[in-house]
T-cell receptor, first 114, second 117 residues
Framework: KQEVTQIPAALSVPEGENLVLNCSFTDSAIYNLQWFRQDPGKGLTSLLLIQSSQREQTSGRLNASLDKSSGRSTLYIAASQPGDSATYLCAVRPYTGANSKLTFGKGITLSVRP | EAQVTQNPRYLITVTGKKLTVTCSQNMNHEYMSWYRQDPGLGLRQIYYSMNVEVTDKGDVPEGYKVSRKEKRNFPLILESPSPNQTSLYFC????????????????FGPGTRLLVL
């Protein structure tokens, strides 16, 4: 059974810092990995999706990497801003099966201090 | 605008009173799914649907029903809600799983916060 772990559960950094959020998964047979952002009481916004054949994806100040063999992904946020404060979740999708179910980590709650 | 909509956004009800949470997507996606999110447990899948009239159980289906009569709609039905179904519910949709090298972002609705007294 796939398990996704995100440690630490919470992180507080000063504005302007570059930071890395980690995600690990136990079964490397994945189809893709997706990073989401969730603001308090709100829905999930997809940030980046990495296919299993890819190593990284970039969008603006965000860069996500994937090392499937070691079961790890990182989300790099450059020059963090207070507006980046949110919970960041990673989710993996299995390689086999018709169900596109995502298995989620529990998220990292990021606070960027002005 | 591509989106997944859910209604209602907030709902307070009492034990045993049947309710339906609607979900609709405008992206012509075949795949739709329901998740619930609980503190300390994260997001867990309730039911999913691969296409019209094709549904199946996820990880936590007990106490829920779904139907998929139209491609765009995937309502979640609680026949007899109980307090342990108090949660934040999300509907999601995406393109079908093909096994090929396609990017398939899952789009989520804004969530429905349900309180069962």
């Amino acid at each position: 059974k796939q398990e996704v772990t995100q440690i630490p559960a919470a992180l507080s950094v000063p504005e302007g810092e570059n930071l890395v959020l980690n995600c690990s998964f136990t079964d490397s047979a994945i189809y893709n990995l997706q990073w989401f952002r969730q603001d308090p009481g709100k829905g999930l916004t997809s940030l980046l999706l990495i296919q299993s054949s890819q190593r990284e994806q970039t969008s603006g100040r965000l860069n996500a990497s994937l090392d499937k063999s070691s079961g790890r992904s990182t989300l790099y946020i450059a020059a963090s801003q207070p507006g980046d404060s949110a919970t960041y979740l990673c989710a993996v999708r299995p390689y086999t099966g018709a169900n596109s179910k995502l298995t989620f980590g529990k998220g990292i709650t990021l606070s960027v201090r002005p | 605008e591509a989106q997944v909509t859910q209604n209602p956004r907030y709902l307070i009800t009492v034990t045993g009173k049947k309710l339906t949470v609607t979900c609709s997507q405008n992206m012509n996606h075949e795949y739709m799914s329901w998740y619930r999110q609980d503190p300390g447990l994260g997001l867990r899948q309730i039911y999913y649907s691969m296409n019209v009239e094709v549904t199946d159980k996820g990880d936590v289906p007990e106490g829920y029903k779904v139907s998929r009569k139209e491609k765009r709609n995937f309502p979640l039905i609680l026949e007899s809600p109980s307090p342990n179904q108090t949660s934040l519910y999300f509907c999601a949709s995406s393109s079908p799983f093909t096994g090929g090298p396609r990017q398939e972002t899952q789009y989520f609705g804004p969530g429905t916060r349900l309180l069962v007294l």
